[in-house]
């Protein structure tokens, strides 16, 4: 079985300062894995995901990840971060089978202030 | 882009009632969907995986008989709570596979149906 484990539930930071939020999986197979965030009482929006080859992945807003496999991490970085970034962050696994679900983390609550 | 629609956005219901929420594909074909809940400030729990034609699978702990799930057209899968209960108060998110990318899925989130019951 998978599990997703994100390491903050809530990271307070100040407006153009950097952002890290910490992602780590457990899998005994290959996955996939992706960063969604959700704003209150929405949906999810994909921010990223890594599917194969360069560990670095950039997605919208200004968001980046980069996956360790050694480490089996999938951090979430931004190095300047707006007040419009506040919400909250999920990390997700899915291991590498069509019509799999994603398994979530319980989330980081980013909370931007100026 | 790929567009999944959940209806009502919010419900508010009596103790003992049913409440059905809807979740629609709008424009692709979608043989697999899941639903998820979400407690406040927590994360999301996937309750089971529904697929066109057939019954849907459900996650350890969830009573099949409460959470009723119908998946019987491709656009198309609908959660019905039933007998509903306060502890059922929650925020139910559907997702579909929109396709499919380098081997992964492409799923696509509904904007989620807030379940109030009194």
């Known amino acids: 079985a998978q599990s997703v484990t994100q390491l903050d539930s809530q990271v307070p930071v100040f407006e153009e300062a950097p952002v890290e939020l910490r992602c780590n999986y457990s899998?005994?197979?290959?996955?996939?894995l992706f960063w969604y965030v959700q704003y209150p009482n929405q949906g999810l929006q994909l921010l990223l995901k890594?599917?194969?080859?360069?560990?670095l992945v950039k997605g919208i807003n200004g968001f980046e990840a980069e996956f360790n496999k050694s480490q089996t991490s999938f951090h979430l970085r931004k190095p300047s971060v707006h007040i419009s970034d506040t919400a909250e962050y999920f990390c997700a696994v899915s291991v590498r089978q069509a019509g799999t679900a994603l398994i979530f983390g319980k989330g980081t609550t980013l909370s931007v202030s100026s | 882009g790929a567009v999944v629609s959940q209806h009502p956005s919010r419900v508010i219901c009596k103790s003992g009632t049913s409440v059905k929420i809807e979740c629609r594909s709008l424009?692709?074909?979608?043989?697999?969907m899941f639903w998820y809940r979400q407690f406040p400030k927590k994360s999301l729990m996937l309750m089971a995986t529904?697929?066109?034609?057939?019954?849907?699978?459900?996650e350890q702990g969830v009573e099949k008989d409460k959470f009723l799930i119908n998946h019987a057209s491709l656009t198309l899968s609908t959660l019905t709570v039933t007998s509903a209960h306060p502890e059922d108060s929650s925020f139910y998110i559907c997702s579909a596979i929109a396709g499919v990318m380098s081997g992964a899925n492409v799923l696509t989130f509904g904007a989620g149906s807030r379940l109030t019951v009194l």
């Open positions: 890594y599917l194969s080859g360069s560990t």
């Open positions: 899998s005994s197979v290959s996955v996939y």
């Open positions: 424009d692709f074909q979608a043989t697999t």
């Open positions: 529904s697929n066109e034609g057939s019954k849907a699978t459900y």
